[in-house]
């Protein structure tokens, strides 16, 4: 099992969208049981959660569901994780922190690094901006780079 584990600062809005995303995108091409996804959050103010109304309704627009309940990261994540994919820079240096006892290379990323539509490298929070349907059109896009990555990676796809 490959595991994917997307995190952002409360897990609440990007992350849990990521996590739906991916899981959307890996049940369509067949490969569920192939993967092991998750999300959390670098913070843990908002722990047993759902996702923000926000996200679930941007969501569920697109045909996507989601179950995600808030967490924050473990240690376990540092040390099962295939993939740590941090939503922005402020994550991904808070994660490089958080797991500075742990051997990080090439597990760490930013979604958007494998996102080829646009030329930001950071998903922004829509807690409070509201901008929820933006925030998916750059998740969406980083995910399905990301599938395309690991695919090659892991040769589990048809070319």
Same mark, same amino acid.
């Given at each position: ?80 994780? !295939? ?6 820079? =402020?994550?991904? $240096?808070? #994660?490089?922190?958080? *797991?500075?006892?742990?051997? %990080? ?19 922004? !929070? ?6 929820? =349907?933006?925030? $998916?059109? #750059?998740?969406?896009? *980083?995910?399905?780079?990301? %599938? ?12």
């Amino acid at each position: 099992m490959i595991n994917v584990v997307f995190v952002c600062m409360g897990n609440i809005c990007r992350s849990p969208m990521a996590e739906a995303v991916f899981q959307h995108l890996v049940d369509e091409a067949g490969l569920s049981d192939k993967f092991q996804i998750d999300s959390a959050g670098t913070i843990s103010y908002h722990n047993g959660d759902p996702a923000h109304p926000g996200t679930v309704r941007v969501l569920a627009k697109h045909g996507i569901r989601s179950h995600s309940i808030s967490r924050k990261v473990t240690p376990s994540d540092f040390t099962q994780a !295939d993939y740590l994919i941090a939503l922005d820079r =402020e994550n991904f $240096y808070d #994660l490089k922190a958080m *797991g500075r006892d742990f051997n %990080l290379d090439g597990q760490l990323h930013l979604l958007l690094d494998f996102a080829k539509e646009t030329n930001t490298r950071e998903v922004p !929070d829509p807690y409070y901006n509201n901008n929820f =349907e933006y925030v $998916y059109q #750059l998740v969406e896009s *980083g995910c399905k780079g990301l %599938l395309a990555h690991i695919c090659r990676q892991h040769q589990i796809c048809d070319s």
